[in-house]
C-alpha cells in the first residue's frame, strides 16, 4: 500500500510517460525537452525578531544561497510573519525598510572608537573594546561610587554611568543585563525587551 | 467566525479602520470553503490563460474543458444526500474529517454526475482517439466505477485505469464540493492531523500564501479533492510539520528569488516537498492549475532524489517508474 503511495506522489520525466496525460494521447516531449533549460535556485526564509523596539514584531527574512556549502548567502527580502500573534504579518515603516537597515554602507559592524580630539573613527578589536569599556567604566565608579546618602543610610548606588540594552534580547538575556548592572550599584538602565 | 467562501471580506484588499479596531483579537480564519459557483470555472480560465505558449498547452486546454464541464455539472446539481447528522457528528467527535474521503458511503448521484461530465466532454471537439477513450470509459459498470473510484481516493495504483483517473476525480470533486458547501465552514473543526484536509481527509495539491483582508499573507494547503484550503503556517513541512532547515526551489529564470510566485518548499527531514504559490507576487493564481502547469518545478526537484508530498488528480502518474 505505502509503494502504491509512493509511486502516486512521484512525478518525473520518465514518470510522464505513464501519467495520464500520455495514456490520454498528449505528448510530453516539448515539455521534457524544456526542463533541461533550466536549473535550480535554492532560498531561505528565516523567522526573527525586529530588532527596533520593544513590540517585538515577527519577520521572515529571504536569502539566497546554500548554508551547506561555500557560497555566500545573501538577505534579499524581509517582510512582516504572518503567522506571529504579535504583529500578524504588519510592519511599521521602520520595520518595512529593514532590508535597507541590513545592507546600510554606514551599518557598523566592529567596534570603532574615536579619540578625544579626534574626528576620525578608528577600528579596534573586541578584547580592546571591551577592556577600554571595562576601564572607563571602573574609574567612573571609582569615582562616583555612593555607599550612604547624606543621612548615613546605605544605599550602594551608581548614578553616573547609564546603559541601554537591545530590543531583541531574548528573557534570559533581559534577565543576565539586569543582575549584572544591578550588582554594580547601577541605577540608569534599560533594557528594550522589558516588555 | 469567519464567513462562507462567498463572503464579500475575502474579495477585498482593504480593511476600513473601524474594522481593524474591531478585530484586534481576530482569529485567522482556519477554513477556506471554495466558491461553488466560480470554483471550476476559475481554474479552467487560470488553465486557459497558462495554455498560452505553453510545453503542455494541449494537455491544459483538455483540462480547461474538463473544469468547464465539471462547473457545468455543480451548477446543474441540487445538494446531494449528506452522511447522517449522528455520523458526522460522530466524526466531529474522534477528530476525524468529516466527509472522510475513505469511508464516506458514496451516493450514487456522484457516478450520474460523472455520466454527465462525460457525455457533456464528448460534445466537445476533441481528437477521436481521446473522444473513443472517453466513450468506452462512459460505457462501463457502476460496479467499475465504485470500484475505481474507492482505489483513487485511497491513492491505489493497483489496477487503477491511469488514463481515465482525471476523469473520475472530476467527477468525484463535483460531489465532494458540493457536499462541503452545503456544510458550511462551521462544519469543519480543526483535524488534531494538521496535514490532511479537516473536510474529506485527502492531502493538498499545493499551498497558496494568500492574500485579501483577511488571509493576506497565511499560507493554506488546497485539498486535491474537495479544494477546500485550510491554514498552515508558513517555513513548516507540510508533510512531516518539521520547521528545521526548510528550504526553497524554483526555478532559476535570471529575476531575483524573492519575485519567484512559486516554490518548492523542501524538508530534509522528510525529504518531500510541497509547492508554495505566492499569490502577491501573482494574484491571479490557482493552486490546481498553477501546480499542474508548474510541472517543470516538479520534473527538476524530484531529479534530486526528493518526492513530492501533494496530489494533483488532474495528472495521475502510473507504475511505469522503477518503484
Known sequence: MDINRRQFFRTCTAGLGGSSLVMLGFSPLAAQAETRQFKLARTTETRNTCPYCSVGCGIIMHSLGDKAKNATSEIIHIEGDPDHPVNRGTLCPKGAGLLDFVKSPSRVKFPEVREAGSNEWKRISWDEALDRVAKHMKADRDANFMAKNAKGDTVNRWTTTGMLAASASSNESGYLTGKVMRSLGMLVFDNQARV | ?323
Not at chain 2, 460496479?143 to 483513487?152: M, P
Not at chain 2, 467527477?171 to 496535514?195: D, R, S
Not at chain 2, 479537516?198 to 499545493?206: D, E
Not at chain 2, 512531516?240 to 524554483?250: F, G, H, P, V
Open chain 2, 1 to 323: 467566525m469567519s464567513g462562507t467562501a462567498s463572503d464579500p471580506r475575502s474579495e477585498r484588499l482593504l480593511l476600513e479602520p473601524e474594522e481593524i479596531l474591531a478585530r484586534q483579537a481576530y482569529e485567522i480564519p482556519r477554513v477556506r470553503l471554495p466558491a461553488r459557483g466560480s470554483l471550476f470555472a476559475g481554474r479552467a480560465a487560470r488553465l486557459r490563460r497558462l495554455a498560452q505558449g505553453h510545453t503542455l498547452a494541449d494537455y491544459l486546454g483538455f483540462v480547461a474543458a474538463v473544469a468547464e464541464a465539471q462547473q457545468a455539472c455543480l451548477l446543474a446539481l441540487s445538494d446531494p444526500p449528506l452522511p447522517p447528522a449522528e455520523k458526522q457528528e460522530q466524526n466531529r467527535e474522534f477528530g476525524m474529517p468529516v466527509l472522510n474521503a475513505l469511508t464516506l458511503h458514496r451516493d450514487p448521484v456522484w457516478r450520474a454526475i460523472l455520466r454527465d461530465l462525460l457525455a457533456r466532454l464528448v460534445q466537445l471537439d476533441l481528437p477521436a482517439e481521446l473522444k473513443a477513450t472517453l466513450e468506452r470509459f462512459a460505457g462501463q459498470s457502476d460496479d467499475y466505477f465504485e470500484a475505481q473510484a474507492s482505489k483513487l481516493l485511497a491513492s491505489n495504483l493497483q489496477g487503477l485505469n491511469v488514463a481515465v483517473a482525471p476523469l473520475l476525480a472530476a467527477a468525484l470533486q463535483v460531489y465532494w464540493v458540493a457536499m462541503a458547501t452545503a456544510l458550511g465552514e462551521e462544519a469543519f473543526p480543526q483535524l488534531p492531523i494538521p496535514n490532511v484536509c479537516p473536510c474529506c481527509g485527502t492531502r493538498p495539491t499545493a499551498s497558496v500564501a494568500r492574500i485579501g483582508a483577511a488571509e493576506a499573507g497565511y499560507r493554506y494547503l488546497h485539498c486535491a479533492l474537495c479544494a477546500t484550503e485550510w491554514h498552515m503556517v508558513r517555513v513548516k513541512c507540510a508533510n512531516c510539520e518539521s520547521t528545521k532547515d526548510i528550504y526553497y526551489q524554483s526555478i532559476d529564470d535570471g529575476r531575483p528569488g524573492r519575485e519567484h510566485a512559486i516554490k518548492a518548499e523542501c524538508c530534509d527531514a522528510c525529504n518531500t516537498y510541497l509547492k508554495v504559490l505566492y499569490m502577491e507576487r501573482d494574484a491571479e493564481m490557482e493552486a490546481c492549475a498553477d501546480d499542474l502547469a508548474s510541472i517543470t518545478l516538479d520534473v527538476l526537484v524530484s531529479e534530486t532524489g526528493r518526492p513530492g508530498s501533494g496530489v494533483n488528480y488532474m495528472l495521475v502518474q502510473g507504475n511505469s517508474g522503477t518503484p
